[in-house]
């Protein structure tokens, strides 16, 4: 028997409307703890912005000499929002995700009002708990070919367009073979400072082993952005159990290691969605 989405869903959703700017959004983003927010004008959803949204924004020309309070959602949000109804299945969620490559879907009723969004973070849960000792770790993750990686002195703008190359949401930093961090849409929308701010941002980077607080400017390296020691887990191990690491540490995916430590691929939340679309 198919699983409905309607068990999975969020609900109510957090949702904004088209004249709302992108200060406000990322703003609304950090205190829900969410990658996305739904457009919408009434009842209906009429576009998404994500964190992605937000990136793009930041380093296209057109936007790059405006305050982030005066770019409307409406400008930026991907549209139209791509939706199923209530009473669809998640195998159908899956497929939805996977050929549009899109991460997540606004669910509506019959009348196409908002009733919820499901999200990848959704459909990893439910991989989690129905695919036990279905798939190794091996059987889903991309391989290295397909990992975005860098190292601790590239600039971020270097992430930012190896995220668009791979299609991915995240870059593995490594020293040598061995992942020694990642850096996430997450850490890349909030590097550039615009009109208005501090001609700097606040962060943190070691010397010397010991954690300072210092200024970086303009240009900032991989290093200081990246979010050190990564959880990682190992080719062989069952999927399932990295997807409920994923979950539970609330997290967008993890390197892949080989036996020796060093970096044979990257398993995302995109890669149990596509699982799920097989319906195996």
């Known amino acids: 028997m198919s699983i409905n989405v309607k068990n999975f869903m969020q609900s ?34 009429i576009g998404i912005l994500t964190k992605r949204d937000i990136i ?27 939706s199923l109804v209530e009473g669809a299945s998640v195998r159908d969620a899956a497929i939805a995700m996977a050929s549009n490559n899109i991460s997540s879907l606004a669910i509506v009723d019959e009348g196409g009002n908002l009733v919820g969004i499901l999200t ?16 190794a770790v091996k059987d889903l993750a991309r ?25 991915i949401d995240r870059v593995v930093v490594v020293e040598g073979e061995t992942p020694i961090g990642i850096i996430t849409e997450t850490d890349l929308s909030f590097v550039r400072p615009y009109r208005g701010s501090e001609p700097f941002l606040k962060g ?10 210092t200024r970086i400017y303009a240009l900032p390296t991989v290093e200081e952005v990246m979010s050190r020691d990564p959880l990682s887990v190992s080719a062989d191990q069952d999927a399932a159990l990295a997807a409920a690491a994923i979950v539970e540490n609330g997290i967008g995916g993890m390197p892949v290691v080989s036996p020796t430590g060093s970096l ?17």
């Open 143 to 167: 391989g290295l070919d397909q990992t975005p990686v860098l190292h601790r002195s590239h600039s971020v703008f270097h992430a930012m367009d190896l995220m668009d190359e791979k299609n």
């Open 56 to 82: 793009r924004a930041l380093s296209d020309y057109k936007f790059r000499r405006r305050e982030l309070s005066a770019i409307t959602a409406s400008e930026v949000m991907s549209a139209p929002v791509r």
């Open 204 to 213: 943190n980077v070691y010397e010397e082993e010991e954690l300072v607080r």
């Open 264 to 280: 044979a691929g990257i398993i995302v939340k995109s890669d149990f969605v596509k699982a799920l679309a097989k319906g195996e």
């Open 12 to 45: 109510p959703v957090i949702v904004i409307g088209p004249s709302d700017n992108i200060a406000y959004a990322r703003k609304v983003m950090l205190r829900e703890r969410i990658s996305r927010v739904i457009v919408a004008e009434g009842e209906k959803p």
């Open 120 to 135: 990848k973070t959704d459909m990893t849960k439910h991989f989690a708990e129905a695919y036990k000792g279905t798939y």
